[in-house]
C-alpha cells in the first residue's frame, strides 16, 4: 500500500531558528511531491512541488528536497517566523491521478 | 494556475435536507478532485473527475455524489443530509503546477 508519514504530529520552535519538516513514502515510483500549508479552518496552500526528476524545489525562506532512493523528503524553512505557524502536509503522486495526503505537522513559532 | 472557487464558504443546515457543495474552476482543467477532512484529521479523496461525464469514487466511501456536466463546474450534493456528514470539504484541480484547493466549504449539520 502507498502511504505517506510525517513526524512528529506537532513541533515548536523559538521564532528566527531554522526548521525541518519530515516526511517519507513507502513507494519509490513516485511521480511528483507537493507541499502545502493549512491554515486553521481554511484550504491547502501549495508551497512547493517537486518532480521526481527533480532533487530540490526553492521559494523565498523554503527549500523542499526529494530523494527517492530513500524514500523521503524534507521542507527546510529558513529565519522562522511567527506567521510561519499552520499545519504542514506533505503529498505524493504515486504515478496515479490520486494525491495520498501525510497526516501533516502542526508547526508552532514561539514569539 | 488556476482559480478554484467553493460556495459556500460555511454550511449550518437541518437533518434530511438535500445540499449541494459549489466547486468551479476558471481555467478549463480536466482532472478535479474532493476531499473530506474532519477536524484535525487527514484528508480523503471521496470523489475524483477527468473530465466531462466522467467521474469516480475515491478511497473514502461517502453518501455524496458528483457530476461533471460542463469542465468548469464539479458540484458535490448529499440528498439527506446527517449529522455525520458534518465535515469540511475542500475541491481541487490538478494542474502543472501541482493540485491546487480551493478555500473548502464547512458543512455542519445539525
Known amino acids: 500500500k502507498q502511504e505517506v508519514t510525517q513526524i512528529p504530529a506537532a513541533l515548536s520552535v523559538p521564532e528566527g531558528e531554522n526548521l525541518v519538516l519530515n516526511c517519507s513514502f513507502t513507494?519509490?515510483?513516485?511521480?511528483?511531491l507537493q507541499w502545502f500549508r493549512q491554515d486553521p479552518g481554511k484550504g491547502l496552500t501549495s508551497l512547493l512541488l517537486?518532480?521526481?526528476?527533480?532533487r530540490e524545489q526553492t521559494s523565498g525562506r523554503l527549500n523542499a528536497s526529494l530523494d527517492k532512493s530513500s524514500g523521503r523528503s524534507t521542507l527546510y524553512i529558513a529565519a522562522s517566523q511567527p506567521g510561519d505557524s499552520a499545519t504542514y502536509l506533505c503529498a505524493a503522486h504515486f504515478g496515479n491521478e490520486k494525491l495520498t495526503f501525510g497526516t501533516g505537522t502542526r508547526l508552532t513559532i514561539i514569539p | 494556475e488556476a482559480d478554484i472557487y467553493q460556495t459556500p464558504r460555511y454550511l449550518v443546515i437541518g437533518t434530511g435536507k438535500k445540499i449541494t457543495l459549489e466547486c468551479s474552476q476558471t481555467m478549463g482543467h480536466d482532472k478535479m478532485y474532493w476531499y473530506q477532512q474532519d477536524p484535525g484529521m487527514e484528508l480523503h479523496l471521496i470523489h475524483y473527475s477527468y473530465g466531462v461525464n466522467s467521474t469516480e469514487k475515491g478511497d473514502l466511501s461517502s453518501e455524496s455524489t458528483v457530476s461533471r456536466i460542463r469542465t468548469e463546474h464539479f458540484p458535490l450534493t448529499l440528498e439527506s443530509a446527517r449529522p455525520s456528514h458534518t465535515s469540511q470539504y475542500l475541491c481541487a484541480v490538478r494542474t502543472s503546477q501541482g493540485n491546487t484547493f480551493g478555500s473548502g466549504t464547512r458543512l455542519t449539520v445539525v
Open positions: 517537486i518532480q521526481s526528476s527533480q
Open positions: 513507494d519509490s515510483a513516485i511521480y511528483n
